[in-house]
C-alpha cells in the first residue's frame, strides 16, 4: 500500500508541485544575466513541472539496480494536464498507470496538485486487488520514490518555498557520463550553480548544490550534502527540447540518481511524449480511474 | 502427483510466456500468473490446509479508443484435498474450480462523450471500507476461504450492463442491472474455513436420519432441503444506481441496491409423521430461499490537505441501512436456528489513513453493525449467520494495519488487526519479498482469537502459517 502511495503522486519524474512564482502559465521562460537565484529558481520549478505546456503523455521505464547490479524494472504510461484554474484552486492533474510487470499491471494513481504551494495533494488509487479506488495521503516528502535514489520530494512535491538559494558561481558543466546509457551529458554547457538550503530543520539534506542550464532555465544536475558537509547523492536529469507551435519546452527524458552510500542507482526514461494534443480534463476523474480494468 | 503437477505448470509456464511474448504486440495485450498458496496449521505445524496452485490469464483488445474488450479466466487445483483423508467431505467442492467461476471477467467497455457502457462478467465495487462489505454488495461474495482473499477474489462476477452518465465534471451516475444470479458461498462442512452454523445444520441432519437412539431420538428420521433460486426472469434482476459527486474537497457516493439477496436463509416447511414398527419416520422439510431486499447508503472520503492538526489524514466512511434484512433468531447456547425476521438493520464505519513517519502508513477503521431491534422476542437471541452464536444488537468492529517497506521497497512487511467488543479477532501479519520483476513470495499467519461462537473464534483451531509463491509473466 505504501509503495502505492509513493508511486501516485508519482513516477511522473517531472511533475511535481507548482512553486509559489508568479509566473504566467503556458508561457515559455528562460533565465537573463543578472536574475537573481529566487528568479532563476522559479523558472527552474516552472520547467520541472512542465506548466509551459497544457497537457502531456508519455511512456517511460525504471530501472532500480542495486550494488550488485541486480534490476529491477517498472513502466508507466503517464497523461498531464495543467490548468492553473484560480476557481478551485488547482494547478494540474496527473494520472499514472503501471504497465508493467504484471504484478503492478494496473496500479493507477490521479493525483491533484493546487496552486496554494501549502496545500497538499489529492490522490486517489485504483488498486487491482481491491478492484476500486482508495483515496490516500499524499505520501512524505523524505520517503523514497518507488523504492529508488529519488525521494518523493525529488520528483513530486518539493515547493520553491521549501528552501532558501543561493547563487555560488558559474561555470561550464564539466559533463556528467551515465554508465547506464553509456552516454555524457550536458559537457560544457553553461550553467548556474545554487545552493539550496531546507528550510526544516534535521532534514534529510543539508544543502543541494544544483546546476541550471543557462539556456533553458532547467536543472541538469544536483549533489546532496549530510549536515557533515559530505556528499551522499548525485542527481542527474537530462532533457530534450521539444519544438511545439514555435517554442521550445525543455523536457525531463532521461534521470539517474545514485547513492553514494549504498552504490544503488536509480535510472528513469521517458519515451514517446506527447504535447499539447488536447486531453480532456475528464480523463483525470475519480470515475474515469474506477473504468480501470487491470 | 506431485511430479505430474509440476510437469504440467512448467509447461504451462513456458507456454504462457510464449503466448505472452508473441501476443502482447499491437492493441492486443495478454498478461497472467501463476501462484501456489500453501498453508500449516498453527495449532501443530503438521497439519498442511491448502497446497493450492492457481493459473489465472487475461486479456485486452483495443478495437479502438472507443471500444475495447477484456477477459481473465482463472483455474486452480488444491492437492490438499488428494493428500488428506480428512478433508475428504469438502473435496467435490474444494478441490477444484466451480461450474463457469473460471471465467472472471468477460466484458466491452464503449465510451462515447459522457457515457460509458461496461457490458459482461463483471465486479463492481462500491464503497470505501476495506475488508468489510457495507456497500460493497452489488457481487455476491466467495467465503470458502472466509476473508482472507483478496477481495478481487472474493467477489464472484456476474453479468451485468454497467451503464455510467457523467453530467458535469468529476460527478457521475451509475446504473446497473443485473440478470445474472449467483449465491454467496461457503465452505462445505469438513473444509478448513466451514462456518459453525453449517457444520451444526449437518451434524443436525447426520443425527436426524440416523438409527433411532431410544429416550433420544424414538424415530427414524429424513432431514429434506430444497434450494429455491429466484426463477430466471428479467424481473427478478438486480437494480443499483450509484450517484457520485464532490462538494468542496469532499467526494462523496450515494447508492441503492434492490433485489434478491446472495445468501439464502433456512426455514423450516414443517414435518411429516409415517407410522411404522417398531419405529415411525418423521420427515423434516427445509428449505433454503434467497429474500429480496433493499440497500440504502452512502460514502464519503476526504483529504485533510490544508494546514492544521489534521493535515495528511484521509478519512474515509460508508453507512447503509439494509431493509428487510433476514436476520436468524434462535437457541444460541444450542446453536439451533428458530425462524427469520426481516429487520432495518444499519452497518457504518469510518477508517483513517496517514502515513506517519516516512514510510510507515496506519490504516485504522471503527465500524458498527446496529441490529432493528436488540431481541427477537419468544426468549430467543439473534444468531450470527457464521455461527449461530449469539449476535450483539450493536456489533462494534475495529481494524488497523500498518505497513512499510525495506531494502528499496522489495520486501514489504505489513500487519492487520481485526477484532470486535467481544474480544474475538484476528492478527495477520505478512511480508512479500520481490525476488525479481516477476517473482514474488510471500510469507504470512492467520492467527484467530476468541470463542467458537463467535465470527473470528469459530476458527481458532485453524490458525496458520501460510506462503505464497507468484510468478507472472
Redo the contacts between chains.
Keep these: 500500500m505504501k509503495r502505492v502511495v509513493l508511486l501516485l503522486a508519482g513516477i511522473m519524474l517531472t511533475w511535481s508541485y507548482l512553486s509559489a512564482a508568479e509566473l504566467e502559465y503556458f508561457q515559455v521562460y528562460k533565465p537573463k544575466e543578472g536574475m537573481s537565484a529566487d528568479e532563476i529558481m522559479q523558472i527552474k520549478y516552472f520547467n520541472k513541472y512542465t506548466l509551459f505546456a497544457h497537457d502531456m503523455s508519455m511512456t517511460g521505464r525504471a530501472y532500480f539496480i542495486d550494488k550488485s547490479g541486480a534490476t529491477r524494472e517498472r513502466s508507466t504510461a503517464r497523461k498531464r494536464i495543467n490548468l492553473g484554474r484560480k476557481s478551485d484552486g488547482i494547478a494540474y492533474k496527473d494520472l499514472t498507470i503501471f504497465t508493467g510487470p504484471t504484478q503492478v499491471k494496473g496500479l493507477c494513481s490521479l493525483v491533484w496538485t493546487y496552486l496554494n504551494a501549502k496545500k497538499e495533494q489529492e490522490v486517489w488509487l485504483w488498486l487491482p486487488s481491491l478492484k476500486k479506488i482508495r483515496k490516500v495521503s499524499q505520501s512524505a516528502s523524505d520517503d523514497s520514490f518507488l523504492g529508488g535514489d529519488f525521494s518523493v520530494e525529488d520528483i513530486t512535491t518539493r515547493r520553491f518555498e521549501d528552501e532558501t538559494y543561493k547563487i555560488v558561481k558559474e561555470e561550464n558543466f564539466p559533463g556528467y557520463t551515465s554508465d547506464f546509457m553509456k552516454k555524457t551529458y550536458y559537457k560544457d554547457t553553461p550553467c548556474f550553480v545554487i545552493e539550496a538550503t531546507p528550510k526544516r530543520a534535521n532534514w534529510y539534506y543539508a544543502k543541494r548544490l544544483i546546476w541550471i542550464d543557462k539556456n533553458y532555465g532547467v536543472n541538469i544536475y544536483e549533489e546532496k550534502y549530510d549536515a557533515n558537509g559530505k556528499k551522499f547523492m548525485t542527481l542527474l536529469r537530462g532533457h530534450e527540447i521539444y519544438n511545439v507551435d514555435g517554442k521550445e519546452y525543455p523536457m525531463q527524458m532521461y534521470l539517474e540518481g545514485k547513492d553514494l552510500r549504498s552504490g544503488h542507482i536509480t535510472e528513469i526514461i521517458n519515451e514517446t511524449v506527447k504535447i499539447d494534443q488536447g486531453l480532456s480534463e475528464d480523463e483525470f476523474t475519480e470515475a474515469a480511474l474506477s473504468r480501470s480494468r487491470w | 502427483m506431485l511430479k505430474r503437477t509440476l510437469f504440467i505448470f512448467l509447461l504451462l509456464i513456458c507456454s504462457c510466456s510464449l503466448a505472452f511474448a508473441e501476443l502482447s504486440k499491437g492493441d492486443l495485450t495478454i498478461?497472467?500468473?501463476l501462484k501456489d498458496e500453501f498453508s500449516l496449521g498453527l495449532k501443530t505445524f503438521n497439519e498442511v490446509s491448502k497446497f493450492k496452485n492457481i493459473l489465472q490469464l487475461?486479456g485486452?483488445y483495443k478495437f479502438s479508443d472507443q471500444s475495447?474488450f477484456?477477459t481473465s479466466a482463472k483455474y486452480w487445483y488444491d492437492s490438499v484435498y488428494d493428500l488428506r483423508e480428512k478433508y475428504d467431505a469438502a473435496r467435490h467442492y474444494m478441490g477444484h474450480i466451480q461450474r463457469t467461476d473460471w471465467l472472471r471477467?468477460c466484458y466491452l467497455?464503449y465510451?462515447s462523450g459522457?457515457w460509458?457502457l461496461?457490458l459482461g462478467k463483471q465486479?463492481v465495487?462500491w464503497?470505501?471500507a476495506?475488508g468489510i462489505t457495507i456497500l460493497?454488495r452489488v457481487n455476491p461474495a466467495d467465503l470458502t476461504e472466509y476473508w482472507l482473499p483478496?477481495?478481487?477474489d472474493l467477489?464472484i462476477p456476474l453479468w451485468m450492463a454497467n451503464i455510467?452518465y457523467?453530467p458535469k465534471?468529476?460527478?457521475?451516475l451509475q446504473l446497473l442491472i443485473i440478470p445474472d444470479f449467483e449465491q454467496s458461498t461457503a465452505a462445505p462442512p469438513g473444509a478448513p474455513f466451514a462456518f459453525r452454523s453449517y457444520k451444526l445444520f449437518m451434524d443436525f441432519k447426520d443425527f436426524w436420519e440416523g438409527p433411532p437412539i431410544p429416550f433420544i431420538k424414538p424415530n427414524y428420521g429424513v432431514l429434506n432441503t430444497n434450494i429455491y433460486y429466484p426463477a430466471k426472469q428479467f424481473k427478478n434482476s438486480k437494480f443499483g444506481v450509484q450517484w457520485?459527486d464532490r462538494i468542496g474537497?469532499w467526494?462523496y457516493t450515494l447508492n441503492y441496491l434492490y433485489g434478491y439477496d446472495y445468501l439464502a436463509r433456512t426455514y423450516s416447511d414443517g414435518s411429516g409423521y409415517r407410522f411404522g414398527i417398531p419405529y415411525p419416520t418423521i420427515t423434516l422439510n427445509y428449505s433454503r430461499r434467497f429474500k429480496l431486499v433493499q440497500m440504502a447508503g452512502g460514502s464519503l472520503?476526504?483529504?485533510f490537505?490544508?494546514?492544521g492538526l489534521l493535515?495528511?489524514?484521509?478519512l474515509?466512511g460508508d453507512a447503509a441501512v439494509y431493509l428487510n434484512e433476514p436476520t436468524y433468531y434462535g437457541n444460541a447456547a444450542t446453536g439451533r436456528s428458530e425462524g427469520v425476521n426481516r429487520w432495518n438493520n444499519v452497518f457504518w464505519l469510518i477508517g483513517l489513513?496517514?502515513?506517519v513517519?516516512?514510510?510507515?502508513?496506519a490504516?485504522f477503521q471503527f465500524a458498527q453493525y446496529i441490529m432493528e431491534h436488540s431481541k427477537p422476542g419468544g426468549g430467543y437471541q439473534t444468531l450470527n449467520s457464521y455461527t449461530n452464536g449469539a449476535q450483539d444488537a450493536v456489533e462494534n468492529i475495529f481494524s488497523l494495519?500498518i505497513?512499510?517497506?525495506f531494502l528499496?521497497?522489495?520486501l514489504?512487511p505489513?500487519i492487520l488487526w481485526s477484532c470486535t467488543d467481544d474480544n474475538q479477532g484476528r492478527i495477520s501479519p505478512k511480508a512479500t519479498y520481490?525476488i525479481?520483476?516477476?517473482l514474488?513470495f510471500t510469507l504470512g499467519i492467520h492467527y484467530f482469537y476468541g470463542k467458537e461462537v463467535d465470527s473470528n473464534g469459530q476458527f481458532r483451531d485453524v490458525s496458520q502459517f501460510y506462503t505464497q509463491i507468484?510468478y507472472?509473466?
Design positions: 498478461a497472467g500468473y487475461s485486452e475495447v477484456f471477467d467497455d465510451t459522457p460509458f461496461r465486479q465495487a464503497g470505501q476495506d460493497d483478496d477481495a478481487v467477489r455510467n457523467s465534471l468529476n460527478s457521475n457520485q474537497d467526494d472520503n476526504h483529504t490537505t490544508e494546514e493535515k495528511g489524514v484521509t474515509r489513513d496517514k502515513s513517519v516516512t514510510n510507515w502508513v490504516s494495519k505497513s512499510t517497506d528499496h521497497e522489495r514489504k505489513e520481490e525479481n520483476d516477476n514474488w507468484k507472472t509473466f
